[in-house]
Structures are given as structure tokens and as C-alpha cells.
């Protein structure tokens, strides 16, 4: 069947979002109160995306090299954490308010909209002024207007009352991790007494993290409540940048490996280093909105460690089992939001194209990451002996992948729904698989592939080695 590709296909968010919502990708959070702001839910075939991107990372992470382990640690940790961290001083964001319709915004991204350099690291002070020698041609999002108060730090940690039982909580409070490493640097030592790894070696670990954003916006590109997946490695200080080096190199080429286009991915080097830092690029992917940040990838020395070692009062150091010597790891640190992944890999795959005469909609994603890996469709659903090989047949793979069982409509339309979710398989169960009119094509089906819309006769028993 031929196929041809209205190229280039415009990827919008608007074609994406009714996508994740018409077929259950992503459902706004809390929607029947009339949504949460910066809030999302993953429906059926988000979480199955979801889970698969985590395990695709995972894979790359933690089950391919040698010297990283896995760590699943507490959201509430105990306060002092992120003092230690600068979290509690130092985690905000500048804010500026509209004074026409009290909107409020970044004024990082404000500037950054018209070209203008400005983050989190500058002081108030700095952000101010660049801020109004720009004031003129700085727009409110959301009435228009250029009327702006003055910009403003705004901590964005979340805090809670978990295990907090006094009047007024919030003068000591716990809070919701603002990010998933500090888990790891508080779990460091305990690993590295528990296992058999030396120095230098890795933690990875996937978790959720709070960040009160000043304007989530671009739908899950920059949520509230959000997962990480981040891995820290515990280097010798003399060889923290080369094996930065490598892992700059080595989380590129994972979405390479995972079938985004290169031309579509580019790292972008912080211009404001954080004083303790030594080197921190981004991975940048094209998403619909342009070029942004999906990953961190960072040289951190050590920083994480020292703040740790001082404010819990117990030593971190290592001491090198050969040399004896003794000193704080350096860190390199990978981190790349599970949301932003999801957004990415839902742009980076959408297609439309002209399938036999019919335009469609394909999610074309690697197989690791489809949701569902096949379809099994019985020929007529009125036909009591199709439906049962057809259910015989779904029992036998869905014990290896995940499978969907669709009886309902003509079978093009069960494809266009399936090429809508990004099935790479259909099979379907027809009358020669029951043998009824040619002995030779009995208990074979017919498999019909997600991206060429070419069919081919397999048997029955061969499926399982057949879909991967
Ligand atoms: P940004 O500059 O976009 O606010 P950041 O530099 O603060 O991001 P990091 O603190 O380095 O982000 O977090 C590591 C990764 O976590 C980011 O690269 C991103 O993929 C993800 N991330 C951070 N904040 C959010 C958020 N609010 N929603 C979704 N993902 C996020």
C-alpha cells in the first residue's frame, strides 16, 4: 500500500493536545472542578506511554552500565534538606505581576520572548534593572497591556504539614521535594556501604517533584506537580569533566537511539553558571513552541556533598580503597523531566499522512514506547468461531506485550484507531485462519504494519517472535 507523507507535517500543539485528549493520552487535572492550574492526568494510553518511557530511561541507565543502581526515596524529607540545598534561600523564580489584570508572569521568559538575556541566577537587584530598560516593549500575556509592577524572587518550594501537628505549621514547615537528586545525595553514603560500588559510580531514580511555577503554561511542558528521572554519579574530582564529557555525549545519543531526528535536537551551554558549577549544557528539542529545554546535564562539583556533610554534621568522604585517600565526590548529574520526554516523544512522532487513498493521523513511536503493541481484531464479531480464535489469540501475546481486543466497526476503522495510538501491529483473525477455505493458511493470521500499511500472513505460533 502506498503511503505518502503530506510533508512536512505541522506539528501544533493544538493537533496534539486534541490527540492526547480524544484518544486518552492526557486529561486535564481535576477537570470536572473546572481543571487545576499547572495540573495533568495521564489516561490509559498515557500511562502506558509514561511507564514505557521510564523504562526505556531506566534501561539506558541503570540496566546497561555497570556502575549505576537504582534509588526510590521519600517526597517529605526531613526540612533541613533543603536548607542545605539552597532550596529554602535560593530556589525562585523573578515575578512580575501585570498591573492592568494582575496576571502574573516570569520575567526571565518576558525578556527571553524579546531576545533578552535574564535568569534565575541574577540578583533582584540585576533582574530589575534589564527588566526596565526594557519596559517599553514587554507585553502582558494575557491582556496586552505594558504595565508591569516590579519583579520580585519567588520561592517556588511547596510546602505541607506532614507530620507537623502545630497552630501554625507554616513557621516550620516540611516540604514536597522541589526535585528528586537531593534524595540521592541523602542516600550516597548508604549506598555505597550497602553495595558493592566503588567511586566512581551512579544513583539513578525516577520520582515526582513540586514546584510552585509562577505560569505553568505549554501544557505538560511545565506542570506543578512533575516527574524526574535523574541520575547523579559520584566521580574523583580530577575526573569529573571527562566523565561529564561522556554523559553530555551519551544522554544526546539516547534520543538518537530512541528514533528522534537529530536535526531536531541541540545542546544549548548555560550563559550564568551557578558559582559552584563547572560546566551545564541543556538538551534542547524542537518542540512546537521552538527549541527548549528537555534535559540538564550538569558538572556540579562538589557542591551537594559539602552542604550535606555541614548541615547533618556527618562526614560524606570517601576514602579511596586503593590509595587511601580520602575526599568528597564530585557530582555529574543527568536530569530530564518524564513530562517533557512524554511532550517530546508525542511531537517528535506525530505524522499525517495519505495511506491508499486516505489521509490519517500515525503516531509512529519505536515499538519500546507504543502503547500498545498490537491489535487483535476478529474479522466479523457476529461470527462466534472468529471471535473465539480471536480471543484464543489475544490470551497468547497479551502474555507477552500489551495487546488491545477490537471487535467494534469495519476493520479500516479499528486500523485508524489503532494508527491514532501508534500500534505497530494489527492482526487479524479471519476465515482462512480458521482453514475454511484453503487447509495451508490454517492458524495463520494476517499482520498488517502500523507505518507502510503492508499485510503479510504469519502463523499463529509464530507471533510472539514475530511482534518486536
Ligand atoms: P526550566 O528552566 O525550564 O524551568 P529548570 O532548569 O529549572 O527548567 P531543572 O531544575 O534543571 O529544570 O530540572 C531538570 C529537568 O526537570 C528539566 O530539564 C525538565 O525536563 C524537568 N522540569 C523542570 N521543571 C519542570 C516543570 N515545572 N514541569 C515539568 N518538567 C520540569
Known sequence: MSTESTT?????????????KRRGFVFAGSEIYGGFV???????????????????????????????VGLDSAIVTHPKVWEASGHVGGFSDPLVECRECNTRSRADHLLEEIDVFADEKMSVEEINQVFDAHRDKLVCPKCGQKNFG??????????????????????????????????????????????????????????????????????IFRKREFEQMEMQMFVPPAEEMSIYEIWKQKRMQYYVDLGFKPENL??????????YAKAAFDIEYKFPFGFKELEGVHARGNYDLTQHQTFSGVSLEYTD????????????????????????????????????GETRTVLRFPFKLAPIKVAVFPLLKNRPELVAKAEEVFALVSKHFRAEFDDNGNVGKRYRRQDEIGTPYCVTIDFDTLGEENPVLKDTVTIRHRDTGEQERVAIADLANYLK
Open 8 to 20: 512536512p507535517t505541522a506539528v501544533t500543539m493544538d493537533k496534539i493536545t486534541a490527540l492526547c
Open 38 to 68: 499547572g495540573s495533568f492526568d495521564y489516561g490509559p494510553y498515557g500511562v502506558e506511554l509514561a511507564n514505557n518511557i521510564k523504562a526505556a530511561w531506566w534501561q539506558a541507565m541503570v540496566q546497561h552500565e555497570r556502575n549505576i
Open 150 to 219: 516590579t519583579v520580585r524572587q519567588f520561592n517556588l518550594l511547596a510546602q505541607t504539614n506532614l507530620g507537623n501537628f502545630s497552630e501554625d505549621w507554616s513557621k516550620e514547615p516540611a516540604y514536597l521535594r522541589g526535585e528528586t537528586c537531593q534524595g540521592i545525595y541523602l542516600n550516597y553514603k548508604n549506598v555505597l556501604d550497602s553495595s558493592r560500588v566503588k567511586v566512581p559510580f551512579g544513583i539513578a531514580q525516577i520520582g515526582k517533584a513540586f514546584r510552585n511555577e509562577i505560569a505553568p503554561r505549554q501544557y
Open 266 to 275: 541541540r545542546f544549548h551551554e548555560h550563559e550564568n553558571l551557578v558559582f
Open 321 to 356: 580503597p586503593y590509595t587511601n585517600e580520602k575526599y568528597l565526590p564530585h557530582v555529574v548529574e543527568t536530569s530530564v523531566g518524564l513530562d517533557r520526554t512524554f511532550l517530546a516523544v508525542m511531537t517528535e512522532f506525530y505524522d499525517e499522512d495519505n495511506l491508499g
